[in-house]
């Protein structure tokens, strides 16, 4: 069942999932940003990833990245609702790939009901289990670093954090400020 992810597929599943972000998920446009920044561009990932075919690409360039970075990682996981098909895409392509990640979901604030829980899937993750904590695009870093807060608090330990684009605006930095270390696919350079 597992499947191939030599660096020559990888190298064009890149370049293809960079071509759909650019034509689903990219306006050149001024917008407010959740941060409350202004940008003259906006990227909405989820245009791109809940595509069957962005779904596929997201799935195996995290996984693949995972793989190469943070070895050690079990899980894969972020703040609802930008991480949650991330997440779920990289579980899905590492199981397929014969080295399967669990998925785990942040919420953003406790179930309001039942057990009142903050994290999703950690029955799959013991505690202390080595965790990645994924988001669709990095500006400032707040989402990413509520989701490591969240997820250290609930027993799990994040090794890294994987972005889809790092909007070089000084999120990698803040998230680098507590011990975390951001890989992310693409940067603001890579697009028109």
Known sequence: MAFELSAAALQADRARLLALLTEKSWAKKKIVLSSGRES?????????????????LVGR???????????????VGGLTLGADPIA??????????????????????PKG???GQWVEGLVSLPSGAPVVVVEDVVT?????LKAIER????????????ALVDREEGGREAIEVSGVPVR???????FP
């Open 88 to 109: 779920s895409a990289a579980s899905f392509a590492s199981f397929l790939g014969g080295a399967p990640l669990q998925a785990f979901l942040v919420r953003k604030e």
């Open 140 to 144: 400032t870093g707040a989402s990413t």
């Open 151 to 162: 997820a250290r608090s609930e027993g799990l330990r994040p090794v890294g954090a994987f």
């Open 113 to 115: 009901h039942g057990t």
């Open 40 to 56: 003259d561009f906006y990227i909405d990932c989820k245009k791109t990833i809940l595509s069957a075919e962005g779904h596929y």
């Open 184 to 190: 992310a696919l693409f940067s603001r350079s890579d």
């Open 61 to 75: 360039l995290v996984f693949a990245g995972v793989r190469e970075f943070f070895p050690a990682a079990v899980g």
